[in-house]
């Protein structure tokens, strides 16, 4: 390889390498998550970073059956940091709180439901920059008639954990 | 040292693969000067297998009021985000048209039905695996190693050109001399 070669070569990295890192500022897309139909990752702007919440789920709950953890432990930023994790509860009964600075909120899982119920959650993280980012994911409250609810608290749910930092905050018709 | 033939050669690929490098950089800084509305990171395999994550879709301005099903479009969700999904069916309602939109990869059409007013454009093309790189660049260790590095080495690279020619300068004064 001459020198002048390689200099083509190291140039076309620096080229490309700087376009790609200033050009997405406008140019990044996100696409619904294929895993269940419904929810969605977000827009994220790679100038500034790239940031993806997801909400998890979807979720499926037996009625009366105490708290739901809603996970959003996979949201991400590529650059900076999440700071915020902020839920609200888009449709459907029930509630629950959260600590904004943790990827967790807890659904209060309704006491009596006629039948399948769903809840829309919708996740907002915040990152360092003041980006947002939203997810949704499903909840379905599962009538449990016949069903030991001791025993599918046990199994299906987390407990809250201990408050580690930040104000409690509620959403949805929870106002604990 | 290798011939006049093979110099020739290898200083035609490096001006090609950077000719590839500039027109890839122009879609992502500047796709307006292709004509295009946008270039988008794909971000999930909704759409797979024709367009997957890490892909790069360069998003063209349409006619947002007379697309068809089966056209791949791109949109902005109320909420902001911006989705790229197939119309699977245009449904006229009494406010206009509506577009009920889906991933290839998804077994459901999307909860809410698109408007025209959402709709950024159309896929015009696909350039795979491109928005890797752009991910990566944006993470410091991208950007050292995509601009950092090879801006130091180009540097290096000049700075010991200019030390060898003035050194081989000096040579040809010292010879001249004797």
């Known amino acids: ?95 629950g709180w959260y600590y904004p600075s943790q990827p967790y909120a807890y659904y209060d899982v309704p006491t009596d439901v006629q039948g399948p119920t769903q809840a829309v959650v919708e996740l907002t993280v915040t990152n360092n920059k003041g980006e947002t980012a939203t997810d949704t994911a499903t909840i379905t409250i599962q009538d449990a008639n016949g069903i030991n609810a001791a025993s599918v608290r046990s199994a299906t749910n987390a407990s809250p954990g201990r408050k580690r930092g930040g104000t409690r905050q509620t959403f949805g018709n929870n106002t604990g | ?50 367009i997957s994550a890490g892909d790069v879709v360069v998003v063209t301005g349409a006619d947002a009021t007379s697309l068809s099903a089966g056209t791949v479009v791109t949109y902005r969700e109320p909420g902001g985000t911006v989705v790229t999904h197939r119309i699977v069916d245009v449904v006229e309602t009494d406010d206009g048209i509506r577009y009920r939109t889906k991933g290839d990869a998804n077994e459901e059409p999307d909860r809410v039905l698109v408007t025209p007013a959402q709709v950024r454009g159309t896929v015009w093309f696909t350039i795979p695996l491109l928005g890797h790189l752009v991910v990566f660049a944006n993470t410091k260790l991208g950007l050292a190693l995509l601009v950092i590095v090879p801006a130091i080495m180009l540097a290096g690279s000049e700075l010991y050109s200019l030390y060898v020619d003035a050194t081989s300068d000096q040579t040809n004064r010292d010879g001249g001399r004797q």
């Open chain 1, 1 to 95: 390889m001459t020198v002048r070669t390689f200099r083509f070569m190291i140039a076309a990295v620096i080229v490309l390498g700087l376009a790609a890192f200033l050009g997405a500022g406008s140019t990044t897309a996100t696409f619904s998550d294929a895993h269940d139909g419904q929810g969605s990752l977000t827009a994220t702007d790679k100038f500034f970073g790239s940031l993806t919440a997801d909400a998890g789920g979807s979720y499926t709950v037996q009625e009366g059956s105490g708290w739901l953890t809603l996970d959003a432990s996979k949201s991400s930023s590529a650059q900076g940091t999440i700071q915020r994790y902020d839920w609200t509860l888009l449709s459907g009964p029930g509630g």
């Open chain 2, 1 to 50: 040292m290798p011939g006049p033939s093979l110099r020739r050669a290898g200083n035609l690929l490096g001006l090609v693969v950077l000719a590839v490098a500039v027109v890839l950089a122009v879609l992502l800084v500047a796709p307006g000067l292709v004509g295009a509305e946008a270039s988008l990171v794909v971000k999930s395999d909704s759409m797979s297998p024709a």
